[in-house]
């Protein structure tokens, strides 16, 4: 009797009651099924992937709350509208290589210090200097009603005319990007310091000549990318 009790307490211990056991057991994950859409093509949303620190590709549908503002982003597995209700999931932006939704490429913005609080979408990619933008309305308020998988939606119109930019910079390889400073005197400084191997671009952003102001980020940097590809 006592050893019988030894080895129920050992099981106990170590090894859990055997229900728990299996509650505790991860669901298996099978992007093939998790990502089927409704019949009805009204109802259907956008699967996003997500590239994990550790090498994994999720295939997820993000939740209303998932901007891309904030430390963490959140998503289902399954179809927000398939039964049984599938449960919201947490990931940290720390935890997070990419996102790709609705065909656009996004990075959580790492600076020199502190952990990634938002995601910047990709802009340029190269192959000299990454350009990424943080967007945010120009509307101090936006009126509109959250539905399910509507943050892959509000990720996706971020490079339309309805917002503002601030522009991050990145050569490949890597690992932090810098921010642009929006003010005059800080942007002239640091963007004709950045491109200084391109002295025409570098002069002409020092004499805010038209064409090279901050609202032009994206056009210097594509022209410093293709002349620097025909230097070579």
Partial sequence: MRQLCALLLFVITYLGWPGHCRAQAPEARNPATDTLQPANASYRLPVTRIGTMGGQTLYVFLRESSSGQGPTLEF????PLTLPRPKPVLIKLAQVRWVITEGKYYEPVRLFRGEAQLLALQWLAGPQLELFDVAWPKAKVISYVPIAGQAADLLARRDSSDYNHNWLLRRPGQQFMSLIPPKK???????????????????????????????DVPRLVRLYNQELIILK
């Fill in 185 to 215: 005197k800080a942007f002239v400084s640091f963007l004709a310091g950045y491109l200084a191997n391109r002295p025409d671009l570098a002069t002409a952003i020092k004499a805010q000549a038209e064409g090279y102001r901050y609202d």
């Fill in 76 to 79: 289902t597995w399954r179809h």
